[in-house]
């Protein structure tokens, strides 16, 4: 799969929104988004109205580019989500925080989603004591989410031990053990990026 290779900070000014790509660095005033919010190139203020499909479209990409995934995956997960019972937008968002990229990044076992889906390809992870090597793993209420044995002395993951996490209500994480556990299915209120959800399952059911 062909992997965007551009300044991150570019994705967040397209999409007029923090995506929180960079991590802390997001939340400094070193933020592209604090120091310069308009679109990036060489015009980057446009005069015209958005269309509706423009609008349906920034918002499907907004949401890609926060979770790092390609076009096809999100096909995948608006199908999946629409083939769930309850609403299909909801459902997408709840498939998508359920990755293991996510999760990791949830649990603040890396800076970013981006450096998570690496740990993640890297082997650094078990899920219920078993190995996983695959971003895109959903986990299920009742997974165990753990950095390996052999990789906790790392020194990203030892300054987690010393630091105070905050997880979403869906998640507990013991920084002792550096593992996390998946207490609940994550609901609408539980996802903090400002995505209109409706836009998009609006783009893929025409």
């Known amino acids: 799969m062909a992997r965007y290779t551009d300044a991150d900070c570019r994705l967040c000014r397209r999409e007029g929104a923090k995506l929180f790509l960079k991590g802390e660095r997001c939340l400094s005033k070193k933020c ?3 120091r310069r919010p ?4 060489v015009h980057p203020v446009s005069r015209k109205k958005p269309s509706e499909y423009q609008t349906q ?3 499907k990409q907004k949401v890609r580019r926060a979770y790092c995934i390609s076009e096809k995956q999100m096909r995948h997960y608006y199908e999946e989500a629409d083939r769930i019972k309850g609403k299909t937008g909801e459902n997408m968002l709840s498939l998508l925080e359920r990755r293991l990229d996510n999760v990791v990044y949830r649990l603040g076992l890396g800076v970013s989603r981006d450096q998570c889906r690496q740990l993640v390809n890297h082997g650094h992870f078990t899920v219920n004591g078993k190995a996983v090597n695959i971003p895109s793993y959903l986990v299920k209420v009742g997974d165990v989410i753990a950095v390996k044995e052999n990789k906790q002395k790392k020194g990203s993951f030892a300054s987690v031990r010393e630091s105070r996490v905050i997880v979403p209500k869906w ?3 013991s920084p002792e053990k550096l593992s996390g556990t998946v207490k609940a299915l994550p609901a609408r209120e ?3 990026l400002n995505i209109e959800e409706h836009l998009i399952v609006e783009l893929y059911s025409k």
Do not use: C, Q, T
């Open 171 to 173: 998640l507990e994480f």
């Open 32 to 34: 592209a988004m604090e």
């Open 190 to 192: 539980d996802i903090d």
């Open 38 to 41: 308009v679109n990036p190139g």
């Open 57 to 59: 479209l920034r918002e």
